[in-house]
């Protein structure tokens, strides 16, 4: 008797299994499941104390068997296994839609629950399962999103069980389809394209002489299949699957399910299946990902539960909102009441506010739908904060400041009232409403208002709060997987670390093959290099199959031919020939060895097909020893002449044909022989007219014309192929096409075709490089721009700036690196490390930008003493000018503190020539100068004339810093002329000239005046 007892005050907390106390709790039974090492016991007990009686569920006996489902029995009784669990199908009733019209399929949430949700709620099924009475099921282990079954359901006009059985899923004998119509199947994570458990029944082997562990072994080497269990009794197989179409075991299929078909399909899919893990790993290894399933999942099973938050109708944000929307109303009816309104209509013409503060009987109507979507809209903010990481400090992304208007035009103050004729109230309800209202300077559509003066409620207060924000953003759709990872896979600039370090490694390379150089405007360039090679690059990890295949085809092969045949240029050719044939079929048998697999897999038991496919890979010792050890001697003495290419073998196989197809007898040989004896004869086109083009390439290659040389065998093998199906292998063929193209066309032909083609972004730009003599010129120059914004994109900059070096245009050139230091001025310096070496020494980047760029940065983050200071180390005098006249003059005028006057003096000594480079001085910092000069010698006349001659013609300035200071300057100015007056000629105009305001000009009308009197 197996128990589950809780206790007021649990001794074994930790040994309680949280989500089955859930699940009895909401459906009020604990399913019976009997643990693996319990199957085979005649009585089993509890684990747990047996005087732990509080709670206690006793199955009946006749339930419990060795296997917890039924096969080929009774429907009403059977079974479907789900993970480690196992799920009762639905009886078969109407109200389940199970019967003859279902042909035996069932759901579980129902047909008739399926039916009644809404197309959101569609979005967002949990624990979704699709069954076939006797066929087996597919349980889905993330939620799933049928709302584009009921869509295409709809627009077919038929019902969701139409749609949902045999049109999408369809479960036939050892096998299953998901999404017939492969057009209409989502990207990995969206529709029913989710991570499964798969269950199938009927599953024995087909041959009965295989045992049952050959069986089992035979079903674990299926690829994309995660074995899990297999019964060798009741032949049911359950496995794991990561995505969907075809699945199980397609070549012992039923001839009406059409196997060709379907053998196809599945050879397609496990050629793209290393792409699929990819992806897999993106989507489902995602912690926040798996932490917002799990948040998901406790919410839906936690619902009805007493003290959750969706327990109650009254939901807190519901009822705030009801409480809000009330106050508003009786406030507003208040105001209508006030005594006020008429000395408020006395001041502003148009306020009418008593067609909009009636009150909203609506509110009592509303329904709970528009309530809940209501609170989803307005939870926004929620999602936002769920994006960012957990330690974020919110002060640094938003900064609160006081609203300081740039004012520059004085009279502006005159025009500004002391007491305003503005309506106001004492509440902000009512302060909010006559804020909205159309004579309000805060009212933003002014110019157009709106025509409505409608009721006011919670929709209406919202636009008023929140008139600016983005409503297109809550109306993204839901769905069972985040919209953050809805964009397929298709190379390798898609992930992040691993292009970081397959870029890092090529550049690397080509850094110490092509050192950097300096152009006649001071910034870097990268000469061509012709001795480097595709070899240099062949293990950089990311694209190294790709790489290796570049570096047999298109590097010179190193041999000794030219020592052993002399000076004969036809046998020098011929031996190379050969060691380029030789390595690219090594290279070819690396690259055809999954698909290889895939075929020695399907062909397992049977040891002639067996052999044909060890042939296909290469291999004729392995096939050979095939052939002895399954007691076919003559045809292993055979294989041995398979890559002679002897004329007299060729004929006589192929007289071995015809004598077949003249005696109708080749119908009865088996087809592997066949295919084997067309091979020994040469002609074998219509054998590799049904196998993939990998291996067609590698049977033309190792069995073919010896006389054909290597970019023949190619073209005749790969022109003409259909590249949109080839997933990455589209890649590998325009590789192959380039290097046709190479052998047959002029140099140019190929430079232009490499746009083109399939290639990632690098493998582009590295072609064009090692392929091309000369890379100044525009095709490479967008390559090289191409290249340069994805790696800067990217996070490589320095990358990004070697790249930019090989650019043709000075000009351009000069643009691209400028900006990247510009944008990357925070990952030179720091302090923990420090960029400014390499960038200098190893790739030349100019040393006065990097400091023109932390000049910008402390511009930006308004720290002016450092940014002058970087100006200066770049000798960017005009630039640390504008900052002092702008910025460092004011300030330290308007501060009068003596250390800032020091160190403002300091820095004007960095100069060159006294600060006369700088044709605007004696307008700009030099007038700043001559002040502190004056401060200190106040009976200096010539730094006294100098200042009044100059100090009218400062440089204009618009900020309010500068004004002031020239004020205060002049006013200084002023006064010590007018006490040297007797010194100084003209010194009445003179000092009306000066930057004064208004009763600072009175103030010296009246001194002046005393003077001349």
């Excluded at 747990?48 to 096969?71: Q, T």
């Excluded at 799933?144 to 006009?157: F, G």
């Excluded at 990207?187 to 089992?216: C, F, Q, R, Y």
């Amino acid at each position: 008797m197996k128990r589950l007892v809780i206790k007021s005050k649990p001794i074994k907390f930790h040994l309680i299994d949280a989500n089955r106390v859930i699940a009895a709790k909401k459906r009020k039974v604990i399913p019976h499941v009997v643990s693996s090492d319990k199957l085979l016991a005649e009585k089993y007990y509890s684990s747990e104390d047996d005087d732990d009686s509080d709670i206690e569920i006793e199955p009946s006996r006749e339930n419990i068997s060795r296997y917890p489902y039924k096969i080929n029995g009774d429907n009403s009784s059977s079974k479907a296994i789900v993970g480690e669990s196992v799920q009762t199908p639905p009886p078969l009733t109407n109200e389940n839609n199970l019967g003859k019209e279902t042909n035996g399929y069932w759901c579980t949430p129902s047909i008739k629950e399926l039916t009644s949700k809404t197309i959101d709620e569609l979005k967002v099924i949990e624990n979704f399962i699709v069954g076939r009475v006797g066929f087996g099921q597919v349980a889905y282990n993330f939620p799933v999103d049928l709302s584009e079954i009921a869509i295409r359901a709809k627009a077919n006009n038929i019902s969701i069980e139409d749609q949902l059985f045999e049109r999408t899923i369809s479960i036939k004998h050892k096998f299953l389809l998901v999404y017939v119509n492969e057009e209409e199947k989502p990207p990995l994570g969206m529709g029913l394209n989710v991570p499964a458990t798969v269950t199938l029944e009927g599953v024995g082997p087909s041959d009965k002489s295989v045992s049952a562990s050959d069986h089992i072994k035979y079903l674990q080497s299926r690829t994309g299949m995660e074995y899990v269990t297999y019964d060798p009794i009741t032949h049911v197989w359950v496995f794991k699957v990561k995505h969907f179409s075809v699945w199980g075991l397609v070549e012992e299929a039923d001839e009406a399910d059409d196997p060709d078909f379907l053998i196809g399909m599945k050879r397609r899919q496990d050629l793209l299946e290393e792409q699929h893990e990819l992806e897999y790993s993106r989507l489902y290894s995602n912690e926040a990902y798996l932490k917002e399933i799990k948040k998901q999942k406790v919410e839906i099973e936690t619902r009805d539960l007493p003290g959750n938050w969706t327990s109650s109708n009254d939901k807190p944000l519901n009822i705030k909102r009801g409480l809000v929307a009330k106050e508003i109303e009786q406030q507003i009816n208040s105001y209508n009441n006030l005594e006020t309104e008429n000395v408020l209509s006395q001041h502003v013409n148009d306020i009418s506010i008593e067609d909009n503060y009636e009150s909203d009987d609506s509110l009592d109507n509303v329904s709970e739908e528009s309530v809940r979507s209501e609170i989803q809209k307005v939870d926004y903010l929620k999602q936002l904060v769920s994006y960012l990481p957990r330690d974020t400090n919110f002060n640094e992304i938003v900064e609160e400041k006081a609203y300081e208007p740039e004012i520059s035009n004085d009279d502006i103050f005159n025009t500004i009232q002391t007491r305003p004729n503005l309506p106001v109230s004492e509440d902000w309800l009512v302060q909010l409403e006559l804020a909205n209202d159309l004579n309000s300077c805060l009212t933003p559509f002014a110019a157009s208002p709106k025509s409505n003066k409608g009721k006011v409620s919670i929709n209406t207060v919202d636009e008023l709060l929140f008139a600016d924000f983005n409503k297109s953003l809550l109306d993204k759709d839901s769905v069972s997987t985040p919209n953050t990872y809805e964009s397929k896979v298709k190379n390798i600039e898609s992930f992040d670390e691993s292009f970081n370090a397959y870029v890092r490694y090529i550049i690397s390379n080509l850094l110490a093959q092509s050192p950097v150089s300096q152009r006649s405007n001071g910034f870097p360039v990268v000469q061509t290099n012709g001795s480097i090679t595709f070899g240099a690059f062949a293990k950089a990890g990311a694209e190294e199959m790709l790489l290796s295949l570049s570096s047999t085809l298109f590097d010179t092969q190193t041999n000794q031919t030219s020592n052993l045949m002399g000076e004969n240029p036809q046998m020098i050719s011929h031996v190379s020939e050969l060691y380029k044939k030789k390595a690219f079929g090594i290279w070819l048998k690396s690259f055809n060895s999954k698909s290889i697999q895939l075929l020695l897999d399907q062909n397992k038991s049977e040891p002639l097909e067996l052999v044909f496919s060890y042939i296909c890979s290469g291999d004729i010792k392995a096939a050979c020893e095939t052939a002895i050890s399954s007691n076919n001697s003559h045809l292993a003495a055979i294989l041995t002449l398979a890559d002679s290419n002897d004329s007299y073998v060729q004929q006589a196989a192929l007289a071995q044909v015809d004598t077949w197809i003249e005696n109708n007898s080749i119908e009865y040989i088996p087809q592997p022989i066949v295919k084997i004896y067309k091979i020994l004869s040469g002609k074998f086109d219509d054998v590799i007219e049904t196998l993939p083009w990998n291996i067609s390439l590698a049977i033309n290659l190792f069995y073919g014309k010896s006389s054909l040389t290597l970019e023949d065998i190619i073209n005749n093998t790969v022109d003409g192929i259909d590249i949109q199906s080839l997933g990455e292998s589209v890649a590998v063929i325009d590789a192959l096409k380039l290097f046709y193209l190479l052998q047959t066309q002029k140099k140019e032909v190929v430079l232009k075709r490499i746009r083109n083609t399939s290639l990632s972004k690098t493998m582009k730009w590295l072609y064009y490089k090692l392929i091309s003599s000369n890379t100044r010129g525009s095709d490479f120059d967008e390559l090289t721009y191409d290249l340069g914004n994805l790696l800067h994109q990217r996070g490589l900059w320095k990358q990004s700036l070697y790249v930019y070096s090989h650019l043709s245009d000075d000009e351009k050139a000069k643009d691209a690196i400028r900006n990247v230091i510009i944008q990357n001025t925070n990952s030179i310096k720091g302090p923990d490390y420090d960029e400014e070496t390499y960038l200098v020494n190893t790739l030349k980047i100019p040393h006065r930008l990097i400091y023109e760029a932390i000049g910008i940065k402390n511009h930006t983050e308004k720290k002016y003493w450092e940014e002058c200071e970087a100006y200066t180390v770049a000798q960017l005098w005009e630039n640390a000018h504008n900052t002092i006249v702008k910025e460092l003059g004011p300030s330290t005028v308007i501060s009068n503190n003596q250390d800032l006057i020091n160190n403002f003096l300091a820095l004007l000594s960095k100069f060159p020539e006294s600060g006369l480079i700088i044709p605007d001085w004696n307008r700009g910092a030099g007038i700043y100068y001559k002040y502190f000069e004056v401060l200190k010698n106040p009976n200096s006349i010539t730094d006294l004339v100098f200042l009044l001659a100059n100090i009218p013609r400062a440089i204009e300035s618009s900020t309010f810093l500068s004004k002031a200071a020239l004020k205060i300057i002049s006013k200084k100015v002023g006064d010590l002329a007018i006490n040297h007056s007797n010194s100084i000629d003209g010194i009445q105009q003179k000092v009306q000239s000066l930057v004064l305001g208004s009763s600072d000009r009175k103030y010296f009308d009246i001194r002046l005046q005393s003077i001349s009197a």
